[in-house]
């Protein structure tokens, strides 16, 4: 998913990046947001999952079950918020990228940071990769098509593998790791990973998280609460080509045992963002313009309590991990018909309410919806 907004404030975090050396990193905490009700039997060192619901006020010692309901968990449903670390640690310089055997090829924004001169050559490589996404290229060579199509059923095939861990209790670093294992263990890269210095192999967010979540050592309703949704977004490059995916994942069985508010309103919006998905897919064909993507996927959500992000785009994939033509899934007049050859991802971000803006997180990739309500998208490569 790549971002519209100004790149200038993660310019400066990236600057930012390179002079922070902070370790241990401690992990994101978890707010509710009335913390003045909020209950917590966890060491204060540690992540807190704590409740979206209020309790009574006039009794102090209800238990979970005596809950109530808040207006806004009835219209938005029941989850835990996930905010920066404290104490505030800029960058990722920090995060350990896990190791790639040396014999599988890197896309060219990936160097070898500890060669001689790398820096000089990291600079010539992303300036040509930045002009390399300004064209707008077709495929349409048999052999291309066939590797292509091989990335992107890879990236498919390791995306379902993720989703099979997505457990509470287990950490979205430890499905880093199992993902990260299993694309090397094909012959592939993990596209993420160095990707602009991102730090990790895939991108896992969780709850109000709406993109570009770093996985880490936070787990997945560690407390045992199966209220959490959690996106993973799996990218691999494999035979000189990019394979991109994503999809939303429900921790847990039908019924919570805090009740159904979360669970109805999480599988609710995981099935508006499919159907967004699929309404931008039947826009698709030769000839057609790529505003009318927008256009279906703005249709779909009229009269419903949902928006779409306006701050990320689809993009077009292939030997680039990301190049024109850029896909909006708002309402836009873009130019541009779509060709036999074009290859691009269709990954509308669709949040609860009316607010579609987010905020990103001092590490300059983690970008939360702007009054914490569940935030998801879904990925599609189209070609």
Partial sequence: MRPLTSTSSRALLRT??????????????LL?????????????????????QTAPKDDENASETDFAPSEHDLRFGYYDIILPSEPIVWGTAHILPRPVPAHIPRPRYVTELLQPGADAQQSVERAEEDAETRRRKLITGEEDVRRLRKAAQLAADVLQFAGSLVQAGRTTDDIDRAVHELIVACGAYPSPLLYKGFPKSCCTSVNNIVTHGIPDELGASP????????????????????????????????????????DDKGRELVRITEAALDAGIAACGPGKPFKGIGRAIQELLRGKDYCVSPQFSGHGIGREF?????????LNDEPGV????????????????????????????TVSTEVNHYGISAWFLSS
């Fill in 16 to 29: 930012l990046t390179t002079r922070v050396r902070c370790s241990p990193r401690p992990s994101p905490r």
């Fill in 338 to 365: 779509m060709q036999p050859g074009d290859c691009f991802t269709i990954e509308p971000a669709i949040i609860q309410g009316t607010d579609p803006h987010g905020w990103t997180f001092p590490d300059g990739w």
């Fill in 322 to 330: 990301h190049r024109q033509p850029w896909i909006l899934h708002h």
């Fill in 32 to 52: 509710p947001r009335n913390a003045l009700n909020a209950r917590s039997s966890r060491p204060p060192y540690l992540p807190r999952r704590l409740s979206s």
């Fill in 223 to 262: 407390t045992g609460a199966d209220d959490d949704i959690v996106n993973i977004d799996v990218t691999v490059y494999l035979d000189g080509f990019h394979g991109d995916t994503s999809r939303t994942f429900i921790v847990g069985p039908e019924v919570t045992r805090t009740g159904t508010y979360q």
